[in-house]
């Protein structure tokens, strides 16, 4: 690989979509834009495609990569797959259609490496016109605030946190993780990357990402882990469950904090879903590598604390990567527990296919490696319309409007990108 000097990956990445000779069809840009102690080192920039799969099914991602070996796609896997991944069906509709996977070789990837400050162009040729000092856009958008919507009202969420408990109560399940969708339309075209740099401002993640797709832009700011290879078929997930507001007020800041922290509830629905990928990872890993690494830890972003837990395996010889990923989709802190259970009852309450919230994006090889986060806080537009997704684990002991006001936090940095009074939001 070629090194080279060093461009900040927003700023390049702008300047190669101002370029008039770039295909942009298909376009992957996985921002790490908050480092931290396990994560944010890299962020990758992927154009010009090559090939690309999508389809509906994961077996047409096994076939198709099976022979790239080494080869590097860039993507999303849609919460949809679960439905051949399990043997489930759903016939509830999708407010956009877009097929439940989505990845692309393509010929030109760079990495950046923001410990180092140095990038490497890890396919192609390294473009010498990136240098261009290229202007940074005007604000080119505006939302239409009466446009705001979302599929449950205030009154029918908290009525289905209510029947989720009660569903606990009958030992029906432990945990589901309900979501709930809210769509809206911008007054004019939206330039979809300016909007990116906005949400990177207020909510900066180890796992941005922008991808652009033939008219559809998908733009995330994830700070949750899914999936990890590494060369050595090492694996690692770091689940996110248990969430706390954040306050300008340090005093009530750190009180938030602390309260999550001892928060028994937060834990339990922590625990259950540390146990959910203890065994997810036991289905393609040799038997006693998988192991809880850390369990319960408190990290704080722009607008919300978070409990998040780390377990790690080793992949079995004869196994795949893709194969372990298949053994642990969707995301199981997005489903809940038992996780099939969990999953059809989410769909009978949400009644409106989650598309590819829930499921994963990154970069993926059929054998030296991955990293996929979970897709949450993210904003996926089509032409003047967007929509976007929150959720949370109800467990025995959730209290509904609690449960709502946390979903308007976790939806903080969208709604603040999007220019919305987040105080004014009701539903």
């Given at each position: 690989m070629q090194s080279l000097p060093w461009i900040d990956p927003l700023q390049f990445t702008m300047n190669v979509m101002a370029n008039e000779s770039v295909n942009l069809s298909h376009l992957v840009f996985l921002y790490s834009g908050r480092r931290t102690g396990?994560?944010?080192r890299y962020s990758y920039l992927a154009y010009n495609p090559a090939e690309t799969i999508e389809g509906e099914y994961f077996s047409t991602l096994k076939e198709k990569i099976a022979g790239s070996k080494g080869a590097m796609w860039f993507g999303?896997?849609?919460?949809g797959l679960k439905d051949s991944l399990e043997q489930l069906s759903s016939d509830?509709?999708?407010?956009?259609?877009?097929?439940?996977?989505?990845?692309?070789?393509?010929?030109?990837?760079?990495?950046?490496?923001?410990?180092?400050?140095?990038?490497?162009?890890?396919?192609?040729?390294?473009?010498?016109?990136?240098f261009k000092d290229y202007p940074a856009p005007a604000k080119k958008y505006q939302v239409e605030d009466s446009s705001l919507a979302s599929n449950m009202s205030k009154s029918s969420y908290l009525g289905k946190v209510a029947d989720i408990i009660e569903q606990i109560h009958r030992g029906d399940l432990y945990q589901a993780n309900l979501t709930r969708k809210f769509t809206g339309q911008f007054t004019r075209t939206v330039d979809s990357?300016?909007?990116?740099r906005r949400l990177c401002e207020v909510s900066p993640a180890s796992y941005s990402a922008f991808i652009r797709l033939n008219g559809t832009d998908i733009l995330s700011s994830s700070p949750e882990l899914f999936l990890a290879i590494d060369e050595h078929s090492g694996i690692r997930t770091r689940p996110i469950k248990g969430t706390s507001p954040r306050f300008s007020d340090p005093k009530s800041d750190f009180e938030s904090l602390k309260k999550l922290e001892n928060s028994a509830k937060?834990?339990?629905?922590?625990?259950?879903?540390?146990?959910?990928?203890?065994?997810?990872?036991?289905?393609?890993?040799?038997?006693?590598?998988?192991?809880?690494?850390?369990?319960?830890?408190?990290?704080?972003?722009?607008n919300v604390h978070h409990m998040s837990s780390t377990i790690t395996g080793r992949i079995r010889p004869n196994y795949s990567n893709l194969d372990a990923i298949a053994g642990c989709f969707?995301?199981?802190?997005?489903?809940?527990?038992?996780?099939i259970k969990a999953m059809n009852v989410c769909s009978e309450l949400e009644q409106l296919e989650r598309g590819i919230y829930s499921g994963a994006i990154g970069w993926l090889t059929a054998t030296k490696g991955c990293e996929l986060s979970v897709v949450i806080r993210?904003?996926?537009?089509?032409?003047?319309?967007?929509?976007?997704?929150?959720?949370?684990?109800?467990?025995?002991?959730?209290?509904?409007?609690?449960?709502?006001?946390?979903?308007?936090?976790?939806?903080?940095?969208?709604?603040?990108?999007?220019?919305?009074?987040?105080q004014a939001i009701d539903f």
């Amino acid at each position: 690989m070629q090194s080279l000097p060093w461009i900040d990956p927003l700023q390049f990445t702008m300047n190669v979509m101002a370029n008039e000779s770039v295909n942009l069809s298909h376009l992957v840009f996985l921002y790490s834009g908050r480092r931290t102690g396990y994560s944010g080192r890299y962020s990758y920039l992927a154009y010009n495609p090559a090939e690309t799969i999508e389809g509906e099914y994961f077996s047409t991602l096994k076939e198709k990569i099976a022979g790239s070996k080494g080869a590097m796609w860039f993507g999303y896997l849609g919460y949809g797959l679960k439905d051949s991944l399990e043997q489930l069906s759903s016939d509830i509709p999708n407010w956009y259609h877009l097929p439940n996977l989505s990845m692309t070789r393509f010929h030109n990837v760079i990495r950046f490496d923001h410990d180092n400050h140095t990038l490497e162009m890890m396919a192609g040729i390294y473009p010498p016109w990136v240098f261009k000092d290229y202007p940074a856009p005007a604000k080119k958008y505006q939302v239409e605030d009466s446009s705001l919507a979302s599929n449950m009202s205030k009154s029918s969420y908290l009525g289905k946190v209510a029947d989720i408990i009660e569903q606990i109560h009958r030992g029906d399940l432990y945990q589901a993780n309900l979501t709930r969708k809210f769509t809206g339309q911008f007054t004019r075209t939206v330039d979809s990357f300016d909007l990116f740099r906005r949400l990177c401002e207020v909510s900066p993640a180890s796992y941005s990402a922008f991808i652009r797709l033939n008219g559809t832009d998908i733009l995330s700011s994830s700070p949750e882990l899914f999936l990890a290879i590494d060369e050595h078929s090492g694996i690692r997930t770091r689940p996110i469950k248990g969430t706390s507001p954040r306050f300008s007020d340090p005093k009530s800041d750190f009180e938030s904090l602390k309260k999550l922290e001892n928060s028994a509830k937060d834990r339990a629905e922590n625990l259950m879903i540390v146990d959910l990928m203890r065994n997810d990872l036991s289905r393609s890993c040799i038997a006693g590598s998988v192991k809880t690494e850390a369990l319960f830890e408190i990290t704080t972003h722009a607008n919300v604390h978070h409990m998040s837990s780390t377990i790690t395996g080793r992949i079995r010889p004869n196994y795949s990567n893709l194969d372990a990923i298949a053994g642990c989709f969707p995301p199981g802190s997005m489903t809940g527990a038992p996780k099939i259970k969990a999953m059809n009852v989410c769909s009978e309450l949400e009644q409106l296919e989650r598309g590819i919230y829930s499921g994963a994006i990154g970069w993926l090889t059929a054998t030296k490696g991955c990293e996929l986060s979970v897709v949450i806080r993210t904003l996926i537009i089509q032409k003047n319309q967007f929509e976007f997704q929150v959720g949370g684990g109800i467990t025995a002991d959730s209290i509904p409007e609690q449960e709502r006001l946390e979903t308007i936090d976790k939806a903080k940095g969208i709604l603040m990108a999007l220019g919305l009074d987040v105080q004014a939001i009701d539903f």
